[in-house]
């Protein structure tokens, strides 16, 4: 577990290095949904069970249901 402010700060590094490369959204989409080493990052809402971020981003975000398969 770890927090989501601590995610958030270490992502959004990862976010402006996947932007200056020209990567396309869905490289970045990619990118921030899963570790350094492929596997997937988890999000777990208070009292939810966890879900990968990137199946939690396609329910709640219209921009990535089009980008994600």
Same mark, same amino acid.
């Given at each position: 577990? !770890? ?5 958030v !700060? #270490? $992502? !959004?590094? $990862?976010? /402006?290095?996947? /932007?200056?490369?020209? %990567?396309?959204? %869905?490289?970045?989409? #990619?990118?921030?949904? !899963?570790?350094?080493? *492929?596997?997937s ?5 208070? *009292? ?6 990137? #199946?939690?981003?396609? $329910?709640?975000?219209?921009?990535t249901? $089009?980008?994600?398969?």
């Amino acid at each position: 577990m !770890r927090p989501a402010a601590d995610w958030v !700060r #270490d $992502e !959004r590094r $990862e976010a /402006a290095f996947l /932007a200056v490369l020209g %990567k396309s959204k %869905k490289q970045m989409l #990619d990118g921030i949904v !899963r570790t350094k080493l *492929g596997f997937s990052w988890y999000v777990q809402l208070p *009292g939810k069970k966890p879900v990968k971020l990137l #199946d939690w981003l396609k $329910e709640n975000h219209a921009e990535t249901r $089009e980008l994600a398969p």
